[in-house]
């Protein structure tokens, strides 16, 4: 028993700095700032898409022994695929793994760098993605390396900084500038990734629970929700702590660069001591999320090939791809991010309660079919009327319940699942595909 709560326990500080990436300290300090006096219903709905969500995602696919195809197998094997690759793709070599290392430098490396912004910029990701790879080419040491090495000290100098913004706050918290703050909270946490994160870190979690000769599916799915929950609680503790930190420094900050706030934020509050603080805190968050990332994919990716393409040829591949991408800036990488992110969260939000409520509904896959394909259909849609800006698509949509939330897809999701339960029946094929993943 003794063993199993200390690797439930380094499994958890592993999660939980996989997690803290860059999108976990830049979103709720400017999210705290725009809340003002609303702070704490924003901060609620942050959390719930923040933490309730990844964590619910590391719950489904601990169950289906950390794997995001087992989950995606109900609705179709070739969705399947598509969602698994376009999930690790996102939160892979085209968005997340950049992300890291664009705010790397925006945060730790620009304001020291005196204006040389693209060799700095350049510098930093070459350095950056090193480091990476000297973590993540020792995949059976990974949990261990991250949990013993880097997250003590992320959390201490990320603790320095929460702790002197909460005994002696900066400022006072001004008015809020949402007319719907929790909502904003709920769609601001969609910036993190962390819940399409969840669903591809079960497989490295999983991955090396095994490795260390723990074989037994249901206490590897123990370990790993265990885990899931000890990550859940640090997450809440920060976000709370960051927020809390950018909404009382009121007026004091002006501009609208996620990275830059950070920094004014803790220079504010330690001067010179905290760049360096910031500085350190933000390498280490981004690099364990990096490393994790680069991780995941490398593991999917090869195993996709039947390992006719190395765990370490994917990873070198995808390192490669994430510093061309980095070299964008953080300011293009996050415009860029935002409508695929608002297309692909609602699918994966869907996909999971479905798992997680799988014996209410009697495994029906008419249900997964139907409750998928109407969230795909709208958000498809969505994104097609963003990008080419067709008005009429934005206003048809803005007729839907819950549309100004965001949500216009949560009602139509329910109908279609309901209307799927009560027509449909028991297919074998859910049963097989669920035994297959056993």
């Known amino acids: 028993m003794r063993d ?30 725009q809340a003002g006096d609303d702070l704490w219903p924003t901060i609620l709905g942050f959390i719930l898409t923040g933490v309730g969500l990844p964590l619910m995602g590391v719950a489904a696919v601990a169950k289906a022994d950390g794997d995001l195809e ?4 109900r609705v179709h094997p070739l969705f399947s695929k598509i969602i698994t690759v376009a999930v690790i793709l996102l939160i892979g070599p085209l968005l997340a793994i950049p992300r890291t290392a664009a705010t790397t430098f925006e ?3 620009n304001p020291f760098w005196n204006g040389y912004t693209q060799i700095g910029l350049l510098s930093t990701t070459v350095l950056f993605f090193l480091i990476t790879l000297f973590f993540v080419l020792r995949p059976t040491r990974l949990l ?26 900066a400022g006072q918290m001004g008015p809020g500038q949402f007319a719907t703050p929790f909502s904003q909270g709920f769609l601001e946490g969609y910036n993190t990734m962390d819940a ?13 629970i095994k490795a260390k000769g723990i074989t037994d599916r249901d206490l590897v799915a123990k370990i790993t929700i265990g885990a899931g929950v000890i990550a859940a609680i640090g ?47 933000m390498t280490l968050a981004c690099l364990t999320t990096s490393i994790g990332l680069v991780a995941s994919c490398g593991a999917y990716f090869s195993r996709l090939t039947n390992n006719r393409v190395s765990y370490n040829q994917v990873c070198l591949l995808t390192v490669l791809v994430s510093a061309s991408l980095a070299n964008l800036g953080l300011a293009k990488i996050l415009e860029f991010s935002v409508p695929l992110l608002i297309t692909i969260y609602p699918i994966i939000i869907v996909l999971i309660l479905l798992s997680l409520f799988h014996g209410l509904f009697q495994g029906k896959k008419s249900v997964y079919v139907a409750s998928i394909s109407v969230t795909t259909a709208l958000t498809g849609i969505n994104l097609i009327g963003t990008w080419f800006n067709v008005n009429w698509i934005g206003d048809t949509m803005a007729l839907l319940p819950l549309a100004g939330q965001g949500l216009e897809w949560m009602l139509p999701a329910l109908i279609f699942a309901l209307f799927a339960f009560f027509t449909g029946t028991t297919e074998p094929e859910i049963q097989s595909s669920m035994n297959s993943a056993k």
């Open 196 to 208: 399409l994160a969840s669903v591809i870190f079960g497989l490295v979690i999983v991955n090396s």
């Open 144 to 169: 261990d390396n991250i949990a013993k090495i880097l997250t003590p000290f992320l959390v201490l100098f990320l603790g320095i900084i929460i702790v002197k913004g909460v005994l002696s706050p």
């Open 107 to 109: 945060v730790a490396v």
């Open 70 to 73: 087992h989950l995606a197998n």
């Open 235 to 281: 997450l809440s503790a920060i976000y709370i702590g960051i927020g809390y930190i950018g909404a009382t420094t009121g007026t004091l900050y002006t501009g609208d660069n996620h990275g830059q706030m950070l920094s004014f934020v803790t220079a504010t509050l330690l001067g010179s001591t905290g760049q360096m603080v910031i500085a350190v805190a």
């Open 4 to 33: 199993l709560n200390k690797q439930v326990f380094v499994t958890g500080l592993a999660l939980l700095a996989m997690f803290l990436g860059a999108g976990n300290l830049i979103f709720p300090p400017m999210l705290g700032l």
